[in-house]
């Protein structure tokens, strides 16, 4: 493990229940920002679009009897080797040596869509309107405030989860929240093959094998 | 992929304008088979403006082309920045050997220099999708071999086209020119036809299962999260039916390469400015549909996040 500060998000899959909560929480505050507003394109028309940061995708597996609906929040993973930032052409794309978020400086960025390009997660987005790329930003400018009360210095997605299945800390620090969910349930990355070593991770959900357990018992 | 008109015009515009200084560099270094008025007046003017029209296409590729300047900065990482630093001085190169073709001859340094430059951007352009790991089609040697194959295929034709227009070739270094033009072509055809059976059989390292850590069998996605589209809906994919690419590959096949091809065999019995400059307008319609299918043929695994709306 690095010394350096890694944040991120570990995300209970046993817990979400699919509310879309963290998504519109995380368009409210990240479209009220100093940074500039994540349009929406043909709000109110038969086919709206939009600039996101987080959505919510479901899965289903396996076949009856057991069978089950997984929900999915899904964002930057904040690798901790980012494939997005080396091909940036301007430098526009980077990731933070004193906590590891990756960011888009929007000042800098020339739209040219390559660092979307080179994420195999889709966690960028264009903005069509101001014709940038955006992405998860994890709140930087909720976490490090000075005016919120300590208690909301997180994520917004993190404050708006009803199930606490968001857990926001620093993955490097093996006694945080965050380290000891992965450690003790074996938390994983997405697309482990590409070796991008992503840092945010997701709680394997255990309900299949406790429902297992229950029928093998009976 | 979603095929970018900026790009496949950049790319095809400038790989032709590359493969013409790149042969009348090699032929000029061989001892001045061209003469200077025609490299001056003709052959380096045309190189040029291909490269200043490709430049231009490639500006419609930016969301924010005024800010464009800032893609020099990261030359270190990113081939990208690479390019952007490596056009120009082509381009340079190319106004330089201008300049001395007008005073009578191009030494021999402004040639070297040209060709080194015109191979870096090549590498540039190729290693800019070649580097994309996870793009499997791409992320092969391959992708760069066919990027130069038909830039210098391409420069070649043009070549062929300008020498006929600007003086009636002696019918011996008209069947030479054939020859080579039909040899380039078919060497171009190999490495295409088997560029698509690689992609044909490649096996994606991703699938839903690595991408989701879902345990259990049969995975599938009921919701994308979203239902009147995305960015990522919208860029990652080419959104044409199965039955378009299959005839677009026909057509390719057809205009990029067997026409130029028999084309070549026709001017190599008879010569014919007229054949050859079909050629080559048949040939670059054929490139340019070759490089929408480059774009259009290459999976992205983040699609496999964007399979179904509701």
Not at chain 1, 151 to 170: H, N, Q, Y
């Amino acid at each position: 493990m690095s010394k350096n500060k890694q944040l991120a998000l570990v995300i209970d899959l046993n817990v979400c229940v699919g509310c879309h909560a963290c998504v519109t929480s995380c368009k409210e505050w990240n479209t009220s920002g100093s940074a500039g507003p994540l349009s929406d394109l043909n709000a109110y028309g038969a086919s709206p679009s939009g600039t996101f940061f987080n959505r919510v995708q479901t899965y289903e597996a396996g076949s009856y009897p057991n069978t089950q609906t997984v929900h999915f929040p899904k964002s930057c993973l904040h690798c901790e080797e980012p494939p997005c930032v080396p091909v940036c052409p301007t430098g526009a794309s980077y990731k933070r040596k004193e906590d590891g978020i990756v960011l888009v400086d929007y000042d800098k960025c020339i739209g040219c869509s390559y660092c979307s390009w080179a994420c195999p997660y889709g966690a960028r987005e264009l903005d069509e309107e101001r014709q940038v790329m955006t992405k998860c930003t994890l709140c930087v400018d909720r976490i490090y405030s000075e005016t919120l009360p300590e208690s909301e210095r997180k994520p917004a997605c993190v404050l708006a989860c009803p199930t606490s299945a968001r857990i926001f800390g620093d993955v490097h620090d093996p006694l945080s929240a965050a380290s000891q969910a992965i450690e003790e349930r074996s938390g994983y990355a997405l697309m482990p093959e590409w070796e991008t070593k992503p840092a945010n991770h997701y709680l394997p959900r255990s309900i299949m094998e406790t429902i297992q357990l229950a029928r093998n018992e009976n | 992929m979603r095929p970018q008109f900026s790009i496949i015009f950049f790319t095809t515009l400038a790989g032709m304008a590359q493969g013409l200084l790149f042969f009348l560099a090699i032929a000029d270094l061989q001892g001045d088979i061209f003469p200077a008025a025609f490299l001056a007046n003709l052959a380096l003017p045309t190189a040029f403006i291909l490269l200043v029209m490709g430049l231009i296409a490639s500006f419609f590729h930016l969301g924010r082309p005024e800010r464009a300047w800032r893609s020099i900065m990261m030359w270190k990482t990113s081939w990208l920045s690479r390019e952007v630093i490596t056009l120009p001085i082509v381009m340079a190169a190319n106004a330089i050997a201008l300049l001395f073709a007008f005073q009578g001859q191009v030494p021999t340094w402004v040639w070297s220099g040209l060709i080194i430059s015109l191979i870096a951007l090549w590498v540039c352009t190729a290693k800019i999708y070649q580097c994309i790991r996870f793009i499997q089609e791409w992320s092969h040697p391959s992708t760069l071999a066919n990027f130069i194959l038909l830039g210098i295929t391409s420069g070649w034709l043009l070549l062929d086209f300008l020498s006929n227009i600007w003086s009636q070739p002696s019918s011996s270094s008209n069947q030479r020119i054939s020859s080579v033009g039909f040899l380039l072509l078919f060497f171009a055809l190999c490495l295409k036809l088997w560029i698509w059976r690689r992609n044909k059989n490649l096996k994606p390292k991703s699938n839903l299962a690595s991408a989701t850590g879902i345990k259990g069998i049969g995975i599938r996605q009921i919701s994308m999260g979203l239902m009147g589209g995305s960015f990522n809906t919208r860029e990652f994919f080419h959104h044409q039916s199965d039955f378009f690419i299959g005839n677009l590959k026909k057509i390719i096949l057809v205009c990029a390469y067997i026409v130029p091809m028999l084309l070549m065999l026709f001017t190599f019995l008879s010569p014919s400015p007229i054949a050859i400059g079909v050629a080559l307008l048949i040939h670059y319609a054929g490139l340019l549909a070759e490089r929408w299918m480059f774009f259009a043929e290459a999976n992205h695994p983040q699609n496999l996040y964007y399979q179904r709306v509701s």
